[in-house]
């Protein structure tokens, strides 16, 4: 059993790194200036949504906000029920039981997390729709003949919305529960079953109470996602508020519109991450004692030993096996699709904008935390929490913040350059990658920025105190003392901002110059065309580099537990 110890928060320092350390004014300047460019776009949403050049919010009330409300309440809430009901289900089963193929599930449980919600979508549209296998086997099994001689449900539906995006957020609350189920001590249910409880009671009584703020943290990370899901309602037909950007800004022709539905996202998400927040820390009133004793798994034969295998696969099969399955039909009857026109430029611009914002975020959140850490004032360890709301924010609502203010700044550059020496260079801004990367660097700062604390603080405060004492300065410490031994943390990071830099869709649809196609936004175009079989290999090479992020997880929290 670990011992009990303080658990180190984001932005808090050891007593001895609390001291100003000369030298450090720059770096705590430019932890502050980092902070304000990741906060920026989130600020420039509530400006200008709240001083519109057109204001249409009566417009948007009397017609459109209820039903994007609505419906993106409607999700919302049905996947954090969904998604809770499967991911703490299969936490508790993996931690209080064991039974057939135990081992292999509790790491496969995980494997959704690589697939992309929407390519999800795709795949249970292709399977269950009309002309998919299922509906024409049973078309033939009974002899129908068109659509009128049975019913099956609606494929395109909010209902299926749920579903999918059920399958694709779970693992979010299995790996939170799973561990603070792991937590609990093992002889509150040994008292319980003495006192004649049974399974069900067990879980519901003692087992649910006590885990219910991880489960409402998971659920709240799912819910987020869900507001923020574009592709999966998107290719379902569910008007969202996230929809309603798109239709606002690139149909309308309003930002100013889109900028006030983008406040409204704010406005959900934030109260879901505060939500998170609060679950989140109420978490370690619930820490075993140093002495008590491990949970005692049950082990199952028979019947009710396959059937917690079954609900363990079910979550597999839907969230990983299916989609995998259908783009891999797909991709094998259309290998010509590997070599179709646009793929590897795809490829290629996926690669250079994931590498090049994942290398710039973790290097700025390097360099914030350290310069946090450095600094003897208040105001760096204030701000730096608050830059994990990037994460928080929605791609669409990014886009939003970054797109116009940057437009604005796009053309002023390229005005006053063609002003000083005669030549129109262009939008040097908004028609290259730079904005895309911009919206990968805020949107995924958190995950940097919480890699980099938690490396520094495992590093011993004696060890800087004594490089300083043999005249290193700041620059000297970070990159000669801390670096090193940072090495494996900051190359998870690395790759967990690139495996989400992949995975995103729409900020990437709304920020990406003319012509320039990510494997994302490749896998939507051909998607929405009902073109799987060009759209399955863009498809299947997202989720591949989704299975990095997948493995670095497994390596983390199941390898711990062993």
């Known amino acids: 059993m670990k011992s009990e110890q303080t658990t180190q928060v984001i932005g808090a320092r050891p007593p001895s790194a609390r001291r100003h350390v000369p030298g450090s004014g720059l770096w705590s300047l430019g932890a502050l200036v980092i902070a304000g460019l990741v906060l920026a776009p989130i600020l420039a949403v509530g400006w200008m949504a709240l001083d519109p050049r057109e204001n249409i919010w009566p417009h948007l009330i009397a017609t459109t906000l209820p039903r994007y409300l609505a419906n993106t309440a409607v999700l919302t809430g049905g996947v954090g029920l969904l998604a809770s009901a499967v991911g703490a289900g299969a936490a508790w089963l993996v931690v209080m039981y064991r039974f057939p193929g135990h081992r292999v599930l509790e790491w496969l449980l995980l494997l959704p997390l690589a697939i992309p919600a929407y390519v999800g979508a795709y795949a249970l549209t292709d399977f269950l729709d009309y002309s998919g296998p299922v509906q024409t086997a049973l078309r ?3 002899g129908w003949a068109s659509a009128r001689d049975y019913w099956f449900p609606e494929i395109r539906s909010r ?3 749920v579903v999918v995006l059920s399958a694709a957020l779970y693992p979010y609350i299995y790996l939170i529960t799973r561990a603070a189920l792991r937590e609990q001590s093992g002889a509150s249910y040994e008292v319980a079953r003495a006192l004649g409880t ?3 009671g067990l879980f519901w009584r003692v087992g649910l109470p006590l885990a219910r703020p991880a489960i409402a943290a998971g659920a709240a990370i799912a819910m987020m996602e869900t507001v923020a899901d574009f592709g999966v309602v998107d290719h379902f037909g569910v008007q969202t508020l996230t929809t309603g950007i798109f239709t606002t800004w690139l149909s309308g022709g309003n930002a100013g519109g889109a900028a006030q539905l983008a406040l409204v996202i704010l406005g959900i998400v934030f109260a879901l991450f505060a939500l998170e927040k ?5 978490v370690r009133y619930f820490q ?3 002495q008590s004793r491990p949970v005692l798994p049950q082990r199952l034969t028979g019947w009710a030993g396959w059937g917690a295998s079954l609900l363990c696969a079910l979550p597999v099969a839907v969230g990983f096996v299916l989609p995998v399955a259908v783009m891999g039909s797909h991709a094998l009857a259309n ?9 590897g430029l795809a490829l290629w611009h996926t690669i250079f904008t994931g590498g090049v914002a994942a290398a710039i975020t973790v290097t700025l959140a390097l360099f914030m935390v350290y310069g946090v850490r450095l600094s003897g004032r208040s105001l760096p360890r204030v701000v730096l929490p608050l830059t994990t709301l990037g994460y928080a924010a929605p791609g669409a609502v990014l886009a939003v913040g970054i797109l116009i203010p940057l437009a604005g700044l796009d053309h002023a550059l390229a005005d006053t350059i063609a002003a000083l020496t005669g030549y129109d260079p262009g939008l040097m801004l908004t028609g290259s990658a730079f904005a ?3 919206a990968y660097t805020v949107r995924f700062f958190a995950i940097a920025q919480g890699a980099a604390d938690g490396a520094f603080g495992r590093v011993p405060p004696s060890l800087p105190m004594a490089a300083r004492s043999l005249g290193r300065g700041p620059g000297g410490v970070l990159r000669e003392l801390y670096l090193p031994l940072m090495r494996g943390s900051v190359g998870s990071a690395l790759l967990l901002v690139f495996v989400d830099c992949v995975k995103e869709l729409p900020a990437t649809l709304l920020l990406r110059p003319f012509n320039f196609e990510t ?3 490749r896998t939507q175009e051909k998607a929405s065309l009902e073109n799987l079989g060009d759209a399955s290999p863009a498809a299947l090479l997202v989720s591949a580099v989704g299975l990095v992020a997948v493995a670095i997880l497994a390596r983390a929290n199941l390898g711990r537990s062993r």
Not at 335 to 343: T, V, Y
Request: aromatic share 12%.
């Open 288 to 290: 075993t004692a140093r």
């Open 335 to 343: 290998p010509d699709a590997w070599f179709g026109r646009g793929l």
């Open 436 to 438: 895309i990367i911009l």
């Open 198 to 200: 049974g399974p069900f």
């Open 140 to 142: 033939g099994a009974f």
């Open 278 to 282: 609060l679950s989140r820390r109420k």
């Open 159 to 161: 209902e299926a919305a």
């Open 519 to 521: 494997l994302a936004t």
